[in-house]
Each structure stands twice: as structure tokens, then as C-alpha cells.
């Protein structure tokens, strides 16, 4: 690795996930800050797949530049079907999904309302089961 790629800044986050066989993966998320007093940027590097440079990602502030260093992280992690190394979790509890507003706001909104219905639907079905299976159990006692 070049001396460029060494992490010696702040950790914000790092985990290791494991796939298929023996592949381990380290995902290094740092602290979001201002470079040249202009853009934010976080830095995030994958070792153990790819390249293992440090990418620096930049957003509006360091919120939007840590929101995109995870999204990109989960993208490029994602295919790979990993499970974190302590506890198994999935990689998508750990990453979890934004909904971009990369394509603009109308058509963030749009996905977004499709996403609460599917919710309030899955809840509805939950609630539903659990009546089912109270009622069940009421009838055998």
C-alpha cells in the first residue's frame, strides 16, 4: 500500500465482516471535516476488497459527507453478502439504505412515499398476526 493509503487520521467507525470462505473485509469510516476550508469530507477506506485506498467524500457539511460515506460504503460492500464478524449482523443492519436525493427532491419524495406505505402495510400485517395468534391461543385455554 502507498504511504497515501496509511489511516492516520480519526476513526469514527471500523468493523470487520466476513463472506464466503475466508474473505474478511475492514470498513474504516473517519471523522467528517472541512478540507481547505470549502467542502467536507469524510474519509472511508475498504480493506480486503478492491483497492484499499482512502477515498475522500465529500458533501455540503459533515453531516451529507459522512451520510455519503456510508451510502457509498454500503454499495460497494453490499454485492459481497457479508456478515459483521462480531455478532453476524448482516451487512445492511450495520449499512442500512438511504433514499437518494441524487435524482431530485420529486423523485426522492415519490420513493420515499412508496417506501412508508410498504411500512405501514408490513405493520398492519404484523398486528394482524398477533391478533391471529392471541385469539388461537384464548380458543385453546
Given at each position: ?23 474478511i473485509?475492514?470498513l ?114
Open positions: 500500500m502507498a504511504a497515501a493509503d496509511q489511516w492516520d487520521g480519526p476513526t469514527l467507525y471500523e468493523g470487520k465482516f466476513r463472506g464466503d470462505g475466508k474473505l473485509v475492514t474504516r469510516v473517519g471523522v467528517p471535516h472541512r478540507r481547505d476550508g470549502r467542502a467536507c469530507v469524510c474519509p472511508m477506506q475498504i480493506l480486503g476488497h478492491g483497492d484499499g485506498s482512502i477515498r475522500q467524500i465529500s458533501g455540503h457539511d459533515e453531516l451529507q459527507a459522512l451520510t455519503l460515506a456510508l451510502e457509498h460504503a454500503r454499495r460497494l460492500l453490499s454485492p459481497l453478502n457479508l456478515l459483521e464478524a462480531k455478532g453476524g449482523s448482516p451487512l445492511e443492519m450495520v449499512l442500512p439504505e438511504f433514499i437518494t436525493i441524487g435524482y431530485g427532491l420529486e423523485f426522492r419524495n415519490y420513493l420515499s412515499a412508496i417506501v412508508q406505505l410498504e411500512v405501514a402495510k408490513k405493520e398492519l400485517a404484523i398486528a394482524d398476526e398477533w391478533r391471529r395468534k392471541q385469539k388461537e391461543r384464548r380458543r385453546r385455554t
